[in-house]
């Protein structure tokens, strides 16, 4: 059973940065594709980024393409979502999850961590 921990939420303001960090809590994220996903309240989940198990395909939604940037640091097994730009609509938890490929379904996943974006 793969476990994922999410960190680095947190309140910025509008214009600021954060990053946030996956990391499995029993083994290496290195043979799976992990995504982020967020849910805001009254939203429909939305999935910002994936990146595959051999790191050579990225995807972003449109939202946020340009300002978020997904990124595997394989000596500390662990995945980060660069934030940049941020702004009162990304304002909502985010999940990361994985799989053995980027799909629709990911199979596993983490607990969240909110993100609030407001001055």
């Known amino acids: 059973q793969l476990q994922l921990v999410e960190s680095g939420g947190g309140l910025v303001q509008p214009g600021g940065s954060l990053k946030l960090s996956c990391a499995p809590s029993?083994?290496?994220?290195?043979?799976?594709?992990i995504a982020w996903y967020r849910q805001a309240p009254g939203k429909e989940r939305e999935r910002v980024s994936c990146?595959?198990?051999?790191?050579?395909?990225?995807t972003y939604a449109d939202s946020v393409r340009g300002r978020f940037t997904i990124s595997r640091d394989h000596a500390t097994n662990t995945v980060y979502l660069q934030m940049n730009s941020l702004k009162p609509e990304d304002t909502a938890t985010y999940y990361c999850?994985?799989?053995?490929?980027?799909?629709?379904?990911?199979?596993?996943w983490g607990r969240g961590t909110l993100v609030t974006v407001s001055s």
């Open positions: 999850a994985a799989d053995y490929v980027c799909t629709t379904f990911m199979n596993w």
């Open positions: 990146v595959n198990s051999h790191d050579t395909f990225t």
């Open positions: 029993n083994v290496t994220t290195e043979t799976y594709a």
